[in-house]
């Protein structure tokens, strides 16, 4: 009976301490694995915003999961949308790539409002500072008179007034202010 017992509390012992280790490698891997979401993460974000077609009439979005980059957003031509699958797909750990970008249909008169609507905001002496840079942090993005704006804003009177402004141009018929406010430089 004793020999029985002691056999027991060593099997007990010795699981407890493989799964003690067990978890230590899991707690390792998931660490791991974070960081190779987070490189992934900024590798996307470069080779989207160094797409030379980019604009601020363009907007581009993606979501990683695992292996699996969803790209999403709107842009204003074809040619733009397979640049961004072929340049994601490019990123190392990247094996499937799920383009959901939608593409805005042609149209003079969204045309006249994209430019109408960068004028309004970015003449305003206030918003001026986001026109600055190869990629501004504001995007207009126009379909059939409804504008959306994307991107992010220092504060929250700088998204309020970029609605407002974007609001003032004739034939707009709505505004969706999706601007976000940056919480911390």
């Known amino acids: 009976m004793n020999k029985i017992s002691c056999f027991f509390l060593t099997l007990v012992m ?4 493989a799964g003690a280790a067990g978890a230590q490698e899991g707690s390792q891997s998931s660490v791991a694995d974070q960081k190779m ?15 030379p077609q980019l604009t601020i009439f363009d907007n581009l979005a993606y979501k990683v999961n695992g292996d699996t980059v969803t790209l999403m957003g ?18 190392e750990g990247v094996e499937k790539v799920d383009n959901q970008i939608q593409i805005l249909p042609p149209s003079p008169n969204d045309d006249r409002i994209r430019r109408q609507v960068a004028r309004a905001i970015f003449n305003d002496n206030r918003l ?5 840079g190869s990629v501004p942090p504001i995007h207009i993005i126009v379909n059939g008179g409804h504008v959306a704006l994307e991107g992010v804003v220092d504060n929250e009177a700088d998204k309020n007034v970029a609605g407002i402004r974007a609001n003032t141009v ?7 202010n999706n601007l976000r406010v940056e919480t911390s430089k």
């Open 14 to 17: 010795g699981l407890t301490m």
């Open 37 to 51: 979401q987070d490189r992934m993460t900024r590798e996307i974000r470069h080779e989207l915003v160094m797409l």
């Open 74 to 91: 709107q842009v204003r031509n074809a040619v733009l949308k397979d640049s961004a699958q072929q340049a994601v797909k490019r990123v």
């Open 170 to 176: 004739p034939g707009v018929f709505g505004v969706k």
């Open 128 to 132: 001026f500072r986001y026109s600055i």
